[in-house]
């Protein structure tokens, strides 16, 4: 009996999403920027972005805790 | 790291800045299309640029009414990473005008914007702040001579890159009220990421500064403490 229950709420949820997904794919085309984050790339350039800023900041941590050494020195 | 709470909120203010500012929808604008996204990175230069300069002026005005060597130490190192950041805002504007403007106005008209030049004075004038220093010895009087002219610098801030360019007419968005400011003209969803753009690049200017500051008064250790 659970099993036939089990199947039979699978099967239901089989048919959402493609409704749900109609409906969020028109909620992002309302962006402007869509278009240019689904086939533009532009996650590279957030990722490289990162990394630069990522150690740059990296770098200034270090030069703070170098400094702190020498103020306690 | 010494007092870290303000430099974590720094790098996680800048991560999101980055992610928003790339990510984030913006407005459709003619002209300007997705360069808009230059807002979260060329203004926030001047914006930080002004408050270092205020900070800078700030312990100007404390060296003269105290003789310490330690609040001209912080002055100078304020006005630098300013004019840093102001060299940074410059070259950022460079680029961003000559991807906009250069296919609406003539060369004639871009030379002779006035926020260019504006802003070329008031770094000049700052330029003209460390030349000062460099050529004077006496530590003392080094000190006064700065804290003085440091004030007038500033000073001459206000007509360069606020009321000037103001008056005359201009390619530079922005000229009625305060740029980037105006609540009518920025989207809602650009100041989600703007406002904190600005707190996380002051921020990072701060640290720089700080880190400048501590490097100066360690080699100054005796002049300080006798």
Not at chain 1, 28 to 46: C, D, H, L, P
Not at chain 2, 122 to 133: G, M, N, P, S, T
Request: net charge positive.
């Amino acid at each position: 009996m659970a099993k036939r229950i089990a199947s039979l709420f699978f099967s239901l949820l089989a048919f959402l999403p493609a409704t749900l997904l109609a409906q969020v794919a028109d909620n992002q085309k309302k962006y402007t920027a869509f278009e240019m984050r689904s086939n533009g790339k532009i996650y590279v350039v957030v990722a490289v972005v990162l990394i630069i800023l990522i150690g740059l900041l990296l770098y200034l941590i270090r030069l703070d805790g170098k400094i702190t050494r020498l103020e306690k020195h | 790291m010494r007092k870290s709470w303000w430099k974590i909120l720094c790098i996680i203010l800048l991560i999101y800045t980055v992610v928003g500012g790339f990510l984030f929808s913006v407005p459709v604008r003619e002209i300007l299309h997705e360069t808009i996204r230059n807002l979260y990175f060329h203004v926030c230069m001047w914006f930080g640029m002004m408050i270092l300069f205020t900070a800078s002026i700030v312990y100007a005005i404390k060296y003269l009414r105290s003789q310490q060597l330690k609040d001209d130490i912080y002055s100078v190192n304020f006005a630098k990473v300013g004019t840093l950041f102001g060299i940074l805002g410059y070259t950022t504007g460079i680029v961003w005008a000559s991807y906009t403007w250069t296919e609406y106005a003539s060369s004639t008209q871009i030379f002779s914007e006035p926020k260019l030049l504006g802003a070329a004075i008031a770094l000049l004038v700052y330029f003209a702040y460390f030349v000062l220093r460099g050529s004077i010895t006496d530590i003392d009087k080094k000190a006064r001579v700065s804290a003085v002219y440091s004030i007038f610098a500033y000073i001459m801030l206000f007509p360069a890159i606020w009321i000037l360019p103001r008056l005359l007419e201009s390619l530079h968005p922005g000229n009625e009220g305060n740029p980037a400011l105006n609540f009518r003209n920025l989207d809602g969803r650009m100041r989600m990421v703007f406002y904190p753009a600005i707190i996380g690049w002051t921020l990072l200017g701060v640290w720089i500064t700080s880190l400048k500051i501590r490097l100066d008064l360690l080699k100054n250790k005796n002049i300080l403490n006798g």
